[in-house]
């Protein structure tokens, strides 16, 4: 099939230009200020749209195999191409948990029959998630994307020093989701004004940044590529912003609800409840800061669908997660590009280059590759309705939220995957 887009602003090479786009057999064969089109092509006109790189969400949530009643690797994979992401990194907190070659092929046996975009799963750094041995690291790594135990910190420093020598022989990163179990204390908010003013248990941020340090340290020892996952707190940004300054091979991710929100704008409502929770504004300030300086290396969802009746006990007893994959871009585009606060290209770099960058992912629109791209209108308002997402989960803060930009197509390999 052929395809020649036609008349878009084309982001390329970090600029966005007046381009048409040809695409053949799958891959992109010329990005040309003017192209004519052959009998046998399918000319779709873009005029006043733009057309990115395929976004990467390095950070996401399918529950399957284990918790299909949550999210399939179906839904879960169409909500990002509904979302404008062409690549999403699967969590390993699955059931069984991809801790060894047997158990992964569960979950790449459903990605090979059910994904409709690129989706590349983590393996589990330690058996089961639970610290205590760790799994056949050698056996996945040709499967896998990364390690990680998410939703879990490993707790013990030397296992954690252990995969990371065992990952930096493998070419590996450790992706990790830090938290010190021990300074919980049955918290499920930020410890904040919010917390204090209505009886809530607090989650310090210390639980965050206290294993961001421990692991900074072991990475500049280790030499191991070391990624943290949703950062939240400002201490954690001045923690990687100190390691990258020593020459530690560390990157960060934060989240479209830590840039926009924080404990201020919280209800009594389980679609406020996520892990890491949403902290102070000053912690909102930081994380922008750290965007803006390059500390903060790209954007993920953490997207993490639930059950309605798991999201709908408050903030005390609801599932902590929250979906993100279908308003992630719209949000970011809205409060942040809109407001001043970064430009368009610098949101395309944190959403698609950054994190192919470090995770070893091209969507880059250039001659010669797979035609892995999104096409918006960004001058489409909308509100955000979750009884419209593909997703199954329909937990969001920005549920009834006016925002712009609409995707209007994804292509994977130049096949049309999502079109609106």
Not at 5 to 32: M, T, W
Not at 177 to 183: D, G, K, Q, S, T
Not at 253 to 266: A, F, I, K, N, Q
Request: charged content about 25%; aromatic content about 6%.
């Amino acid at each position: 099939m052929k395809y020649l887009l036609k008349n878009a602003s084309v982001f390329q090479d970090s600029e966005i230009n007046k381009r048409d786009v040809l695409i053949c057999d799958g891959k992109v064969a010329s990005v040309s200020v003017s192209i004519s089109a052959d009998d046998d092509t399918d000319v779709i006109d873009l005029n006043n749209c733009y057309i990115f790189p395929g976004f990467i969400d390095v950070h996401v949530h399918l529950r399957e195999p284990g918790f299909s009643y949550k999210e399939t690797i179906r839904t879960g994979s169409l909500a990002a191409a509904a979302g404008g992401y062409t690549d999403i990194c699967a969590m390993p907190n699955l059931n069984p948990v991809p801790d060894s070659v047997e158990h992964l092929k569960e979950e790449l046996d459903i990605i090979r029959r059910d994904a409709v975009i690129n989706v590349h799963p983590y393996g589990a750094i330690t058996v089961n998630e639970d610290g205590k041995e760790m799994s056949d690291l050698d056996g996945m790594a040709k499967d896998v994307i990364a390690f990680s135990d998410d939703g879990h910190g490993v707790q013990n420093g030397e296992m954690m020093r252990k995969a990371m020598i065992k990952a930096k022989s493998l070419g590996k990163i450790i992706a990790a989701h830090c938290e010190v179990n021990e300074l919980l204390h049955g918290g499920y908010i930020h410890d904040g004004e919010y917390a204090r003013a209505h009886g809530h248990r607090g989650i310090c941020s210390e639980s965050e940044w206290g294993q961001i340090e421990r692991d900074a340290k072991l990475a500049g020892d280790t030499g191991c590529s070391y990624h943290v996952c949703h950062v939240s707190s400002k201490e954690s940004v001045e923690i990687i912003r100190r390691a990258k300054a020593q020459g530690v091979d560390i990157t960060c991710e934060t989240g479209p609800h830590y840039l926009v929100l924080c404990d201020e704008d919280l209800i009594e409502d389980g679609r406020f409840k996520m892990n890491p929770p949403l902290r102070s504004r000053e912690d909102k300030a930081a994380l922008i800061e750290g965007i803006l300086d390059g500390t903060v290396d790209m954007i993920a969802t953490d997207h993490a669908p639930h059950s309605a009746e798991e999201k709908s006990k408050g903030l005390e007893k609801s599932a902590m997660g929250i979906v993100g994959l279908e308003t992630a871009f719209s949000v970011l585009y809205t409060e942040l590009v809109k407001k001043g606060v970064i430009t368009l290209s610098q949101l395309i770099e944190l959403m698609s280059i950054k994190p192919g960058r470090r995770f070893g992912i091209d969507t880059a629109i250039k001659e010669g590759q797979y035609a892995d791209l999104c096409v918006w209108d960004l001058s489409k308002e909308h509100t955000v309705d979750p009884d419209k997402f593909q997703t199954k989960g329909r937990a969001t803060p920005f549920a009834g939220k006016t925002v712009c930009g609409e995707c209007l197509m994804t292509m994977v390999k130049g096949e049309i995957i999502w079109k609106q």
